[in-house]
């Protein structure tokens, strides 16, 4: 089980390509999302980008010529605190948003999980990986009250 009852730290930066965003997604409930998520201690930071920015990363370190809607770098992967990096593709997300029918900050949530999940280890390369992944964020996004988004496609 992901969730611990050992003392975890998070040292959290957040940075928004967009100010207004802070208004949308303030940093006390990325915290909260994260710390859903997490089973050791961190130091992370969640960077929201647009749409020139989303598709340079996801170009210059996955060779993908498009913005995807989320991307973790892991630093640490072995040592503890967890060290990592979640970037949050916006215009991306806004049109993940219209096209599927979501709640823009359930479909945040969704991804910051999914992010914390790569963050921990998890991949989904293979079916297998895929489904326990799946499963962890359904089960994780439970607590937040959110229900299963792969319900949605």
Same mark, same amino acid.
């Given at each position: 089980m992901l969730l611990s009852n050992h003392k975890k730290s998070l040292l959290l930066f957040v940075q928004y390509e967009d100010s207004r965003l802070k208004k949308f997604f303030p940093y006390a409930l990325l915290k909260y999302w994260v710390k859903v998520a997490l089973c050791s201690s961190a130091?992370?930071?969640?960077?929201?980008?647009?749409?020139?920015?989303?598709?340079? =990363?996801?170009?210059n370190y996955r060779k993908k010529k498009y913005?995807?809607?989320?991307?973790?770098?892991?630093?640490?992967?072995?040592?503890?605190?967890?060290?990592?990096?979640?970037?949050?593709?916006?215009?991306?997300?806004?049109?993940?948003?219209?096209?599927?029918?979501?709640?823009?900050?359930e479909h945040v949530a969704h991804l910051i999980i999914?992010?914390? =999940?790569?963050?921990?280890?998890y991949c989904h390369k293979t079916t297998?990986?895929?489904?326990?992944?799946?499963?962890?964020?359904?089960r994780l996004l439970k607590i937040l009250n959110i229900s299963n988004p792969y319900n949605n496609h």
């Open positions: 130091i992370l930071t969640i960077r929201f980008v647009d749409i020139i920015e989303g598709q340079k =990363l996801n170009y913005a995807t809607n989320i991307l973790t770098f892991v630093y640490s992967k072995k040592n503890k605190p967890i060290h990592a990096d979640i970037v949050l593709c916006v215009d991306v997300l806004q049109f993940e948003v219209k096209k599927y029918k979501k709640i823009i900050e999914h992010g914390i =999940l790569h963050a921990q280890g297998i990986e895929a489904n326990k992944m799946k499963k962890n964020e359904i």
